[in-house]
């Protein structure tokens, strides 16, 4: 079974800075999906980026980038120039890739992170 | 295009009541999922199924039971409420062929 570890319960970032928020993740499997969520106080889950273990190329999405280490099991997330609306509770998620899976996420525990004006 | 709707949104239940969760998506989704919320733990997976008619246990599966009549309806039951089953829960779908899970909005339940 695949598990995922988000070492940093809460985060603190100064408006306009650069955060980054750790995920480490343990599979067996060669391929596979990771993917970044932002749960804001509405509670509704959002995607933020994906990267397919495949792609030696880290994902980018406007401010928002992703280090993925694969040899080292880690995919960390960085949010460059951070904005007061991207305060927000963050999951990091793994998907299997094999084609018999059911598609299901498997969650890190959240990283809860504060942007300071 | 509504997405993935969840009713209701918030329930208050007493221990040992009964009550079914409805999440229906309109993006014509093969698979669909019930998480659920809990703090310091993230979202853990309830049931979920393949396709209509099919359902199957997921990690945290105990005091649940779900329903896959129709395509676009995932129905999620609590026969005998308990206070552990205070959470936030969530529903999502995804189609075949795709990596996105479209999530619902969430329920809050309290079992007191």
């Known amino acids: 079974a695949q598990t995922v570890t988000q070492s940093q319960p809460e985060m603190s970032v100064q408006e306009a800075e650069t955060v980054t928020l750790s995920c480490t993740y343990d599979?067996?499997?060669?391929?596979?999906?990771l993917f970044w969520y932002k749960q804001p106080p509405s509670r509704q889950m959002i995607l933020v980026i994906r990267q397919e273990a495949y792609k030696q190329q880290n994902a980018t999405e406007n401010r928002f980038s992703v280090n993925f280490q694969k040899a080292a099991k880690s995919f960390s997330l960085k949010i460059s120039d951070s904005q007061l609306g991207d305060a927000a509770m963050y999951f990091c998620?793994?998907?299997?890739?094999?084609?018999?899976?059911?598609?299901?996420?498997?969650f890190g525990s959240g990283t809860q992170l504060t942007v300071l004006p | 295009n509504a997405g993935v709707t969840q009713t209701p949104k918030f329930r208050v239940l007493k221990t040992g009541q009964s009550m079914t969760l409805l999440c229906a998506q309109d993006m014509n989704h093969e698979y669909m999922y019930w998480y659920r919320q809990d703090p310091g733990m993230g979202l853990r997976l309830i049931h979920y199924s393949v396709g209509e008619g099919t359902t199957a246990k997921g990690e945290v599966p105990d005091g649940y039971n779900v329903s896959r009549l129709k395509k676009q309806n995932f129905l999620l039951g609590l026969e005998s409420a308990a206070p552990s089953q205070t959470s936030v829960y969530f529903c999502?779908?995804?189609?075949?062929?795709?990596?996105?899970?479209?999530f619902g909005p969430g329920t809050r339940l309290t079992v007191l």
């Open positions: 998620a793994y998907r299997s890739f094999f084609m018999g899976s059911a598609r299901q996420l498997t």
């Open positions: 599979t067996s499997e060669s391929d596979y999906y």
């Open positions: 999502a779908s995804v189609a075949s062929g795709y990596n996105e899970q479209f």
